[in-house]
């Protein structure tokens, strides 16, 4: 360990010791409390995940073994998958690591939207809670589906329980949660960074992160959009994937992997944040090659976007496509192997030191490319056609799951543990946690590639002997018990190390990024003063003093000479931080009793609804400066802009591949229509009418946004409630149209025009309905006088709602309406 | 949050000047415009002559429409670039979707036919 620096200590509590209490706890909107919140669920759900997994070893260590059954493996597999994916890896790597580090990393007292942060973390709560409702048994046991949920599989045709509802709602009600924190993180990031901290001073791991946080933005609405479609097939029994109406199982497919591709790198890239940061460190040298790091963590969040039917080359999407997929999937081997060389680089003639955390660093080097190689394997249609559903598949993704995303956070524990606790985790049971783990790891997966070749499908609970893979399994399921003791071991070194562990200095590893320059554990305000950047490796700069070429700190070995930051301890006087809430834990509550409500008491859905609207209104009026103009707030931040309109901006882009996958499905759909109702019953005058009306609202918003900017209250309070009355004509139109529609026979199970155009249409419905009441409230408090033109920005940012609400309508006008004649849309 | 904020007059301009927004006088030519367009559109839907380039000519009505909104209603065009970039990346990439998904179904149902030379 290098020598320790002379670190201030502060007269002020940890966030750990100040407040105290249970109700602390439940109501606290501290990013870092809140990271501790996600550690430990995730934790939980590790061992969870981790049962499951030898569960489905000790059921596969022998042929012809009975020890659980066909039907709980088919829920444990499923189980396992989607635990470790959506419980376990998204919550540690951006509830926990990216949580706790974001505002320490970048200089920001707190994440953008605190308040947001805590409603992520019920939210979350609730849907781990809803994913695990078929433990009670009498609810039919677990999702049994994959973790894939492949329709027509999924269908209340084939899975009449309740289970795979529980599936659905449960990722609904996740997806809910990741993406207010890909939303919270992605503006904190932009708009929150301490003076000086350009992009291309960011540490690697906010590089990570803010990909990481586009990619959630952009991926998961069409998840979304696919468990809508699943949802409406299972209780409004429409036929979104069967393809006895017409339709195609092939749909729930695009729409998955659509998002399910972004998603491997939604996990992947904070593990190369993370291994980023404690990479340089223990190699004594800045990262190398970081403007390429940088760059390829971009292409490749931007290449996986167009890889997704890589995982579909069995469906037969002809050879064009496949060509497509293939060179796309190989591209991205391209930004990852610039990657892989570049730590390599970084530790080359480096000054190691094999602490645990490194460790696993470079378990993780290794492991991940392994299993990236078998990627590269997989891009080749014709190899895939031969591996697909075999267990070569299982070999390679769990190489990049658990021997790159799982290694990366086991080496983020190891590094960071120290400054989230105060204590130092155990390296002695740390280095045996990391053999066994390498061990047992390949001795778990790296069979399933002979078992793959040898012919070994996916997904089976059991097999006949004498197939050849009978040693390979039991070898395999022995290790995974090991790799189980290494889990052990690791949880023992948690706990036993937080109530015994050394304790740890602010600087204990000798590390170049702003989070060791304060206390270990940290204040809850995080910086007494918000630091300064000059360089790359601010921490690093500021300990040694000097810039090498490029704005990057030279490396020098050695121990720190001290540690600069320091304030007058009543400095923490004048530091406000935002209150805690209890709202964010009532709208995860009622956002369990609503889904709840669907799958067994109806009228549970009013009372989660209302739990919900309550914690709305609640937490917009108690947070004292709701759409205040906060000019001090403006210059703090990094670009200038309100956090708050950066936000809604960054929703709106969200939205729009919402809209997209809605839009497609209808225009696919189109043509497969098997005949009676279609778009000729479309009535062009009455909705020519509602387009003007909705228009016309645009340009009553836009005047009530002018008025209240001049502090014109009254004529801002008349606009806005001319616009939530044009709102409520459009609403009306299409009420109308609607129940005409009924009347005429069409409904919404009648056939596949009638369930695509009632879904789109009817959610830019409810999106409107969700304007109307916006706009009614902020009509009122304007009235009311509480809005004017110090607070111009509530009007402004629903005035962008309600807008993008409009130009939403201007395209399906255009092609669902006025192109009702149009074949092969 | 901080009462310590490190003052930078560069961006305070900066952010000022994000705030002026055009006057009812835009407002009301951009409405204008919204609406001839909206019954160009009609008209265009109702003309038997233009069947034939129907798809081409709404496609690029509604584009204009769209363009006209996102611009001055939503101050894209006088906002900063920031968000024109936030919004404008996400659109692309929805576009780009709707015609993946339009070009895979339409050679699925063998609308489109892939041959290799």
Known sequence: ??????????????????????????????????????????????????????????????????????????????????????????????GFFANFMIPLHIGARDVAFPRLNALSYWVFIAGAIFLHLGLVRSLAGMPDAGWFGYANL??????????????????????????????????????????????????????????????????????????????????????????????????????????????????????????????????????????????????????????????????????????????????????????????????????????????????????????????VMHASPPVDLQQTDSYIVVAHFHYVLFGGMMMGILAGFYYWWPKITGRMLNETIGKWQFWITLWAFNGTFFPMHFLGVLGMPRRIYTYAPNMGWDFWNYFESINAFILGFAFLLFFINLVWSTLHGEHSSADPWDGRTLEWSIPSPPPAFNFVTIPMVT?????????????????????????????????????????????????????????????????????????????????????????????????????????????????????????????????????????????????????????????FILLTSSLLMVLALAAVQRDDRKWGAIWLFGTAFFGMIFLGGQAYEFTDFVLQGLKIQTNLFGQTFYTLVGFHGIHVLIGVCWLLVLAFTTAAGKIGKDRSLAVEIGGLYWHFVDIVWVVIFTLIYLMRTVKHA | MSDHAIKNPHIEAHAVAHEEHPGPGVYLLVAAILTVLTAAEITVFYVPGLQPVLVPILLVLAAVKFAFVAGFYMHLYYDSKVFTIFFGFPLLLALLIVLGLLLLFAHLQGVLSFTIP
């Not at chain 1, 360990?1 to 750990?16: F, G, I, R, S, V």
């Not at chain 1, 430990?40 to 070893?57: K, T």
Request: glycine share 10%; charged share 10%.
């Open chain 1, 154 to 375: 999924t269908e209340r045709m084939y899975s009449p329980g309740i289970n795979i509802d529980t599936w659905v709602l449960g990722l609904l009600i996740l997806g809910v949660s990741t993406l207010l924190s890909g939303l919270n993180f992605f503006v904190t990031i932009v708009n929150m960074r301490a003076p000086g901290m350009t992009f291309m001073r960011m540490p690697m791991f906010m590089w990570a992160m803010l990909v990481t946080t586009i990619l959630i933005l952009l991926a998961f609405p069409a998840l979304t959009v696919g468990l809508v479609f699943l949802f409406a097939d299972r209780f409004l029994d429409t036929h979104f994937y069967r393809v006895s109406a017409g339709a195609t199982p092939i749909l729930w497919q695009h729409l998955f992997w659509i998002f399910g591709h972004p998603e491997v790198y939604i996990m992947a890239l904070p593990a190369f944040g993370i291994i980023s940061e404690v990479i340089t460190p223990f190699s004594r040298k800045p990262l190398f090659g970081y403007p390429m790091m940088a760059y390829s963590l971009v292409l490749i969040a931007f290449l996986s976007y167009g890889v997704w039917g890589h995982h579909m080359f069995a469906t037969g999407m002809g050879p064009i496509a496949d060509s497509t997929f293939a060179i796309t999937t190989m591209l991205i081997a391209i930004p990852t192997g610039i990657k892989i060389f570049s730590w390599i680089a970084t530790v080359w003639g480096g000054r190691l030191r094999f602490t645990t955390a490194m460790l696993f660093t470079l378990g993780f080097i290794v492991e991940f490319t392994a299993g990236g190689l078998s990627g």
């Open chain 1, 535 to 691: 360089a790359r490796d601010a921490f690093w700069v500021r300990k040694y003093g000097s810039v090498g070429a490029h704005g990057v700190a030279p490396a020098i070995s050695g121990g720190a000479a001290a540690a600069p930051v320091g304030a007058p301890a009543e400095v923490h006087e004048h530091i406000h931080m935002p209150a805690p809430s209890i709202y964010p834990l009532i709208f995860g509550l009622g956002l369990f009793m609503a889904a709840l409500g669907c799958m067994i008491w109806i009228r549970l859905i009013l009372i989660g609804g209302a739990l919900i609207l309550m914690s709305i209104l609640g937490m917009v009026f108690e947070y004292p400066t709701f759409g205040q103009f906060n000019p001090e707030a403006l210059a703090e931040s990094t670009l200038g802009l309100d956090n708050r309109k950066l936000g809604m901006w960054a929703f709106l882009g969200s939205e729009c591949v919402f809209f997209a996958s809605l839009i497609s499905t209808y225009m696919v759909y189109k043509d497969r229509n098997l005949g009676g109702f279609d778009a000729m019953i479309l009535n062009i005058p009455l909705t020519s009418f509602s387009t």
């Open chain 1, 1 to 94: 360990m290098a020598a320790q620096p002379k670190t201030l200590e502060y007269e002020y509590p940890n966030y750990l010791q100040d407040p105290r209490g249970i109700w602390s706890w439940l109501t606290t909107i501290d990013h870092k409390r809140i990271a501790i919140l996600y550690g430990v669920s995730a934790l939980f759900f590790m061992m969870v995940g981790g049962l499951e997994a030898m569960l489905i070893r000790a059921q596969l260590m022998v042929p012809n073994n009975h020890l659980i059954g066909a039907a709980i493996y088919n829920e444990l597999f499923t189980m396992h998958g989607t635990t470790m994916i959506f419980l376990v890896v998204m919550p540690l790597e951006l």
